[in-house]
């Protein structure tokens, strides 16, 4: 099963700050099959970024996704209000699909 | 609108089962490969399940936690996903969302809740 690990597990900043967050494979996972979600309290998971890059339909622009092999990351500039909230990557390369363990982002 | 709404949640047994369906509106369901994803209270999201569209075979897959209990199905005639949830756990107590796709979970449903306690 690949692992994945997410770095900080809370992010504490203020609006207008920019943030990033890590997720780390433990084995190289192809960048096709990497995704980032977003989830607020009550609400099931949002995609933001699929393929490692590309912005989902409607996300803005200040989220942004790179990496490849065993390490991405997802940054988010100029922080709005809607955007505290928990971040999560995923990979479906390999049965089990598998989550991070998440990254909250809090207000400061 | 492109939409999922499951259903079937409820308080169960350890040891019992449970059926949940998900109705899918919006899209050519049967060009999708679909998955069921759950939720523990407070906790991130598990992956259970993946059936691969019809033009796939519908070949599936599941965690080795749920595989021999849970069953993955799909009716492209009705728009439907399922899970049969037999010999039901207290650890299975979770939100159960309906997801289309694969390499982009991108439509999610609202979920189940399901319950297993005595």
């Known amino acids: 099963e690949i692992v994945l690990t997410q770095s900080p597990g809370t992010l504490s900043l203020s609006p207008g700050e920019s943030a990033t967050l890590s997720c780390r494979a433990s084995?190289?996972?192809?960048?096709?099959?990497l995704a980032w979600y977003q989830q607020k309290p009550g609400q099931p998971p949002r995609l933001l970024i699929y393929?490692?890059?590309s912005r989902a339909t409607g996300i803005p622009d200040r989220f942004s996704g790179s990496g490849s092999g065993t390490d991405f990351t997802l940054s988010i500039s100029r922080l709005e209000p809607e955007d505290f909230a928990v971040y999560y990557c995923?990979?479906?390369?390999?049965?089990?699909?598998?989550f991070g363990p998440g990254t909250k982002v809090d207000i400061k | 609108e492109v939409r999922l709404v499951e259903s079937g949640g409820g308080l169960v047994q350890p040891g019992g089962s449970l059926t949940l369906s998900c109705a899918a509106s919006?899209?050519?369901?049967?060009?999708?490969?679909m998955n069921w994803v759950r939720q523990a209270p407070g906790k991130g999201p598990e992956w259970l399940s993946h059936?691969?569209?019809?033009?796939?075979?519908?070949?599936?897959y599941y965690r080795d936690s749920v595989k021999g209990r849970f069953t993955v199905s799909r009716d492209s005639a009705e728009n439907s996903l399922y899970l049969q949830m037999n010999s039901l756990r207290v650890e299975d107590t979770a939100v159960y969302y309906c997801?289309?796709?694969?390499?982009?979970?991108?439509?999610w449903g609202q979920g189940t809740m399901v319950t297993v306690s005595s």
């Open positions: 393929g490692a890059s």
């Open positions: 919006g899209f050519t369901f049967s060009n999708y490969d």
């Open positions: 084995r190289s996972v192809h960048s096709d099959y």
């Open positions: 059936i691969k569209s019809d033009k796939s075979d519908s070949v599936k």
């Open positions: 995923q990979q479906d390369d390999y049965s089990p699909f598998t």
């Open positions: 997801v289309r796709g694969r390499r982009s979970f991108d439509i």
